[in-house]
């Protein structure tokens, strides 16, 4: 039931990033103080939902739920808990999910870290980066999705990570490679 959770958090961070993508924009085209001033809370809004994504795909790889597809074939019952942790960006699926909640993480820094700035550009700017979210979690839920269920029957054990991914420099390098890539966007 918790990887629902995720699902459904999933799907209400696209619905926000959609509303981040025009609704401070066109606020910024035509002059709406009331349009673009919701570019920072939607902004934070996505924040909160994909790091609930984060957390529940964490807590699915750490309790073993081979329910989950991408848990099944990133993890094991005898894979150790920092590895089961990063597993979480160890596939394609994963990693699509990391690398937008690091493009929220951007868009919660711009809006708050921009208070100085004129908001019909700091409302582009965020309009700019809920695009990109929109697009991004929208692939993932057509595609990539890291919340598929296996059906009809879960296996007892997962495959595992792969072997070249079991490292330490595997914990630290990804999140600080994926926080300079995104952060140029």
């Known amino acids: 039931m918790v990887p629902e959770f995720g699902q459904f958090a999933l799907i209400l961070a696209f619905c926000l990033s959609l509303i981040l993508a025009t609704l401070p924009t066109i606020g910024a085209a035509r002059g709406n103080l009331l ?4 570019a920072r809370p939607l902004s934070a809004g996505i924040f909160v939902f994909l790091a609930l994504c984060m957390v529940i795909l ?3 790889f750490v309790t073993d739920d081979f329910s989950v597809q991408f848990v099944a074939a990133h993890s094991n019952t005898l894979l150790p808990l ?7 960006w160890g596939g394609h699926e994963g990693s699509f999910l990391f690398w937008t909640f690091m493009l929220s993480f951007w868009m919660l820094m711009v809006s708050i870290f921009s208070r100085s700035m004129p908001i019909d550009f700091v409302a582009r700017v965020l309009g700019v980066l809920g ?10 839920i057509a595609t990539s999705n890291p919340f598929d269920r296996v059906v009809p029957l879960a296996p007892q054990d997962g495959s595992d990570l792969n072997s070249a991914l079991q490292d330490f420099a595997f914990i630290i390098h990804p999140p600080t490679l994926y926080m300079g890539y995104v952060g140029f966007s």
Do not use: C, E, S, V
């Not at 695009?131 to 993932?140: C, E, N, R, S, V």
């Open 131 to 140: 695009f990109l979210a929109a697009g991004y979690i929208l692939f993932m």
């Open 58 to 60: 964490g807590y699915a």
């Open 35 to 38: 349009w673009m001033n919701f």
């Open 82 to 88: 920092q590895y089961k942790i990063t597993a979480i």
